[in-house]
């Protein structure tokens, strides 16, 4: 947790530690006590160029994009956004917005954009009675709310792997985790979203909309369900209670994550890869996901991660976490490890360098059971692509339906081995989908790839600027070879799904890499993109929130 959330927290709980003893639900009670309050609320504080905090608040993640707004504003309260953005529409400058700064494209810092709205101090996470639901603050990271919710009530959302990715951006496009085989996207336990709009008349105001059948603002809620960030105003908070949750136990209303789980980290040493090992590698993956998918599957409690990195790398790495209280937990775990080596022919290792995005996990070689907020803080923080200030990166993304091709698979091998690239941060990735995801219809909410099995996330990492035509490069060279038989893009078809909005792609607008003849729009959303801009016209009219990508007026 912040700073401001622990001490609105402790002091919340001291003044309710006499009624503790008597009564279970103080603790909870006293969470939201302390942050619904916002006592001594953060902000407003406007930072010009020549600020010694400038630097730090106009450049995210990827150190590819760095913006030059003529301020940044950081706010603490839905009021002060409000101020913030009518001043900015009412003085004519254009706007973007900030929340845990992981972008992977350009969409908050661009040359365009004059002022930056950073969301960083809003960031509590409290239960809120008068809506039977728990609240999180925009700016708030994944894991102070992992945190924060566990903590108080044992209950979580089935939110990504990253610590510090920011709430904003991840729930608005669907975000997803270790969890959601079991549970759903992160969306599928969204209530209700509270936005900064503008109106036809450019007056900014506050709107809350939620699930409920009959709100008049339930399609803004919708389309915060998979629309992603940035299209249709500011997201100041967002209020989760699971679907079908009733009575008034704060620690009913929302998933429980398991109370342990199992975690596996092992290696395969390129040295003794070949191309037929790659091969039974990734289809023993793709197959398994394949006959695994359903959410009744006793797999749904399993998540995996398939990390191809370079041959510069040294190895491939394959890390798994399975929920230990189900049934054969341990056993389910060893017979998915078996399958997945046997299909290679070769012996397995234990993880002593970096793989995908990870350090190393050399005491993963063996499964090992960990308390499942202990997992939580592991996996999330021993991610170098997090901490590196330097890094430069590309990505791409595919949302798979079927196994690769053989074709399809030899791609990668070529890509991954080639001896003109030797960066060992160089990467694809598969990652386990499907399970109770796939149950939610493909326009129940905005998130429509409701029925793939795994996702494909191709990407390469790098600090030197005067290597991005390569790094650039290599990722377009591979993502294209591999969906070539589409125009270069994962097109929605049998086999595939389109692209993740979430892991934005700065080509997927360009028809000198998109030559699939399939729009943008429907990669990310399908045949959710005309409500989608029916919501854009009725809540931004005048197109205040905007960037590359956004969704477009009608």
């Known amino acids: 947790m912040s700073a401001i959330n622990r001490r609105s927290v402790l002091a919340g709980a001291a003044a309710l530690a006499g009624a503790a003893a008597l009564d279970t639900a103080a603790p909870a009670r006293a969470i939201a006590a302390g942050s619904a309050g916002r006592d001594g609320a953060f902000g407003p ?138 549970h759903g996207l992160t969306v599928d336990h969204l209530y209700a979203v509270e936005v900064v709009v503008v109106d036809r008349n450019g007056r900014a105001r506050s709107v809350v909309a ?53 975690v596996s980290a092992i290696s395969l040493p390129w040295s003794e890869l070949d191309p037929q090992g790659f091969t039974g590698l990734v289809k023993a993956f793709g197959g398994w996901h394949e ?98 200030p330097t890094l430069r990166g590309a990505h791409k993304s595919a949302y798979l339906r079927k196994n690769f091709t053989d074709t399809q698979i030899g791609a990668m091998y070529r890509h991954l081995t080639r001896t003109d690239h030797q960066n060992p941060s160089s990467m694809v990735v598969l990652l386990s989908y499907g399970g109770k995801i796939n149950t939610v219809g493909a326009g129940d909410t905005a998130a429509a790839q409701r029925n793939s099995i795994f996702k494909g996330l191709f990407q390469s990492f790098w600090s030197d600027p005067g290597k991005d035509a390569e790094n650039i490069g290599w990722t377009r060279d591979v993502y294209g070879e591999v969906f070539a038989a589409t125009g270069g893009y994962p097109v929605p078809n049998e086999a595939t799904d389109g692209c993740y909005i979430n892991y934005p792609d700065v080509d997927i607008t360009d028809p000198g890499q998109n030559r699939s003849g399939v729009p943008w729009h429907t990669l990310y959303y399908k045949d959710n993109y005309p409500r989608l801009q029916q919501v854009k016209a009725a809540y931004d009219p005048l197109n205040v929130f905007r960037h590359s990508q956004s969704i477009r007026l009608p």
């Not at 924060?148 to 939110?159: R, S």
């Open 45 to 182: 504080v406007t930072v010009l160029p020549g600020d010694p905090r400038y630097g730090d608040l106009v450049v995210g993640n990827n150190a590819r994009w760095v913006g030059r707004p003529e301020s940044v504003r950081i706010v603490g309260t839905t009021e002060q956004v409000v101020r913030a953005v009518q001043e900015a529409v009412s003085r004519g400058k254009r706007v973007s917005v900030r929340g845990g700064g992981h972008c992977y494209a350009d969409f908050v810092f661009n040359p365009d954009v004059q002022v930056v709205i950073d969301m960083s101090a809003m960031n509590a996470v409290y239960y809120d009675e008068s809506r039977r639901a728990f609240a999180v603050e925009a700016g708030a990271v994944l894991l102070e709310t992992y945190e924060t919710l566990y903590k108080g009530w044992g209950v979580t959302i089935p939110g990504g792997m990253c610590y510090s990715v920011g709430v904003g951006g991840h729930i608005s496009g669907g975000g997803y985790g270790m969890l959601s085989r079991r």
């Open 210 to 262: 939620t699930r409920e059948p009959g709100d008049p603002n339930r399609d803004l809620w919708w389309a915060h369900t998979g629309g992603g960030g940035g299209n249709f105003g500011v997201i100041t908070r967002y209020w989760f209670r699971s679907p079908g949750a009733t009575g008034g136990d704060p620690s009913g209303l929302l998933i429980r994550p398991p109370k342990e789980v199992l």
């Open 291 to 388: 006959r695994n998918g359903g959410a009744g599957s006793p797999y749904a409690a399993l998540c995996s991660f398939l990390m191809m990195n370079h041959r510069a790398n040294g190895s491939v790495g394959l890390l798994t976490q399975i929920d230990a209280t189900v049934p054969n937990a341990a056993k389910l775990l060893d017979d998915y490890l078996h399958e997945i080596i046997s299909a290679v022919g070769i012996e397995a290792r234990p993880v002593t360098g970096p793989v995908g995005e990870h350090g190393p996990m050399p005491d993963f070689f063996t499964p090992t059971r960990l308390p499942w907020l202990t997992s939580v803080r592991f996996l999330g923080t021993s991610n170098p692509t997090l901490t590196n």
